[in-house]
């Protein structure tokens, strides 16, 4: 069992910073590959980035490839979501998710179906 707790979520202007943390429990986490989407209103719940159990392997949505870095540290139990230059198209809830690496592939990792944990999710508004 893993519970994930969200933070670090705002209000910005576009071409502003964030840094969003997904806090974990367990002692487990370094077994977890994790994942960071969001849904804005009226839109289906959308993938955003993904990090494998060890942090070698990431992967990303082609809307914020080179502007979002997703990283992992798990002496701390967390991961991170890194957000630069960010528009007024970025603003959603961001869930942070996470499955166990025995149930995750290349495949799943872009997928909400393919994770068991969920957090509460944590808002971010960009303004124009």
């Known amino acids: 069992q893993v519970q994930l707790v969200e933070s670090g979520g705002g209000l910005v202007q576009a071409g502003d910073s964030l840094r969003l943390s997904c806090a974990a429990s367990?002692?487990?986490?370094?077994?977890?590959?994790m994942g960071w989407f969001r849904q804005a209103p009226g839109k289906e719940r959308e993938f955003v980035a993904a990090i494998s159990w060890s942090g070698a392997n990431t992967y990303y949505a082609d809307s914020v490839k080179g502007r979002f870095t997703i990283s992992r540290d798990n002496a701390k139990n967390t991961v991170y979501l890194e957000m630069n230059s960010l528009k007024p198209e970025d603003t959603a809830v961001y869930f942070c998710?996470?499955?166990?690496?025995?149930?995750?592939?290349?495949?799943?990792?872009?997928?909400?179906?393919?994770?068991?944990?969920w957090g509460q999710g944590t808002q971010v508004t960009v303004s124009s």
């Open positions: 367990g002692r487990t986490f370094s077994s977890y590959g």
């Open positions: 998710a996470a499955e166990h690496l025995a149930g995750i592939t290349i495949a799943t990792a872009r997928l909400s179906q393919g994770y068991s944990y």
